[in-house]
């Protein structure tokens, strides 16, 4: 069993998307093992996207995913990490297919729904900033 971090980006939230995007990965069969709600801290924002931060993007990118709240999760199941970034769809919504999580009701690339872990390693870091031991399930 793989697990990885996804999370519902404000956009996500604000459009009443986050039941649905829910359902899309339980429907394929993955565990949800950790779930909240929080309004992300710039600080947070910087660690979360630390290889970003000196790129010229970069102030849109924070200045987006802190003016609302996220849902953080943690998902687990088999090949949980490629699976979930290929239901997403393409970073581009124009470029996502349909069926995925973007090209059915992505419109902007700086305003994408949702981000997901793109490897075991980035998955480790982004579960471990978002969430304790304690707060997953086993």
Do not use: C
Not at 25 to 33: A, H, I, S
């Amino acid at each position: 069993m793989e697990r990885t971090f996804t999370m519902v980006k404000p956009d996500g939230v604000s459009r009443g998307l986050v039941g649905q995007i829910i359902s899309r990965l339980e429907d394929k069969g993955f565990r949800l093992v950790g779930i909240k709600t929080l309004v992300m801290s710039e600080e947070l924002a910087r660690e979360h996207y630390q290889e970003h931060v000196d790129k010229p993007f970069f102030p849109e990118i924070l200045a987006f995913i802190t003016s609302g709240p996220v849902v953080a999760m943690v998902w687990e199941g088999p090949e949980a990490i490629a699976t979930i970034r290929k239901m997403m769809g393409a970073t581009n919504p124009i470029a996502a297919l349909p069926g995925t999580i973007r090209g059915d009701w992505g419109l902007k690339v700086s305003e994408n729904l949702i981000h997901g872990s793109d490897s075991p390693a980035a998955a480790e870091r982004e579960i471990n900033l978002f969430f304790n031991v304690h707060e997953l399930l086993n």
